[in-house]
């Protein structure tokens, strides 16, 4: 899609948008270049929320005033590598989830910045870099505590110092695998549950005498691991 049909498209997608929801936004641009993610090797940012506030009288955050940025450029080097994009869904998708960042800047509130935060450690964790292995904590967990994000689900369980079975909660069903004894720090990909896609991060707990020491956070492992039955563990 040309620069000038993204341009027009984005304009009439925002005015479709009711009022009620853009209230507070400026509106909408559409820059012609390409922005590369400011850490991530080949990511390419697809739209920004520009927010500037304006304090109260108080000293408070007070008004909070934002500009969503597309970035045309972004979504062509996108293209490049997905013959298949469909451009409308992913500028839809893009100014939705922009909009959504200006209305958490207006109410004080973090849950989508966290959100993106541990989406870019999960793409670090993907791609073989340095990653923060508890980066799934930060995004709401459902009822049986696991974490969904991009396709994967993120189970905790924490052991004490000398368990060598972690038990976990999965769809209904309770599950254990196997843990050596000299790990401190897992993460194991479960391979016979969620297609592969399920992980438990399991965490021993260090002794008092080491807590009190205040010694380096565990080695990170990964493995994979076969889950069974508890019942039949």
Sequence with gaps: MRYEAFRALAGRMYDEIPAAFRVGISGVTAERDAKGHPTLPNIWTLGECVTEYWPDSLGGLGYAR??????????????????????????????????LHHREAAADEDGLDLFDWAADQNFRRLAGLDFDPFFHRVVPADLDGAVRLEGETFVDVRLESRTTEATFVWRGGTWSLRVPSEIGLL?????????????????????????????????????????LPAAAA
Excluded: Q
Excluded at 202 to 226: Q, T
């Design 66 to 99: 934002s500009e969503i940025v597309l970035y045309h450029g972004s979504f062509e080097r996108l293209a490049a590598d997905d013959a298949g994009l469909e451009w409308k869904a992913e500028l839809w998708e893009t100014m939705l989830h922009e909009l």
């Design 187 to 227: 993460w194991a990909r479960v391979r016979n549950l969620a297609g592969g896609r399920l992980w438990v991060i399991v965490e021993r707990r260090r002794s008092w005498w080491r807590r009190v020491g205040g010694p380096p956070r565990h080695e990170l492992w990964v493995l994979d691991r076969r889950a």
